[in-house]
């Protein structure tokens, strides 16, 4: 069974990035049968919205690039699709 979970998304950004608004969303069953998707339903595909304070400054990729390196990973153990979405504080 895939080990990765919302809940351990969420630990690792709050973690790292310290977020003053955080939500993550496993879509993962929305895209059964899909690419990267697995059996269980679970643990591919993941939304985040996010705010935090070291996205100041920075552009749109360069916050995505934030997230995604936070969660490498994550990716690496199968973490197929994310979703980011960047929210004012």
Not at 17 to 43: C, F, K
């Amino acid at each position: 069974m895939n080990s990765i979970t919302s809940e351990k998304l969420e630990q690792r950004l709050k973690e790292l990035l310290i977020p003053s608004q955080l939500q993550v969303i496993d879509e993962s069953a929305a895209h059964a049968g899909h690419v990267g998707a697995n059996e269980t339903g679970q643990g591919t595909h993941f939304r985040v919205r996010i705010a935090c304070a070291q996205f100041e400054g920075l552009s749109r990729v360069q916050r995505h690039r934030l997230v995604y390196d936070v969660l490498k990973d994550f990716i690496d153990q199968g973490l197929h699709a994310l979703a980011i979405e960047v929210q004012n504080p």
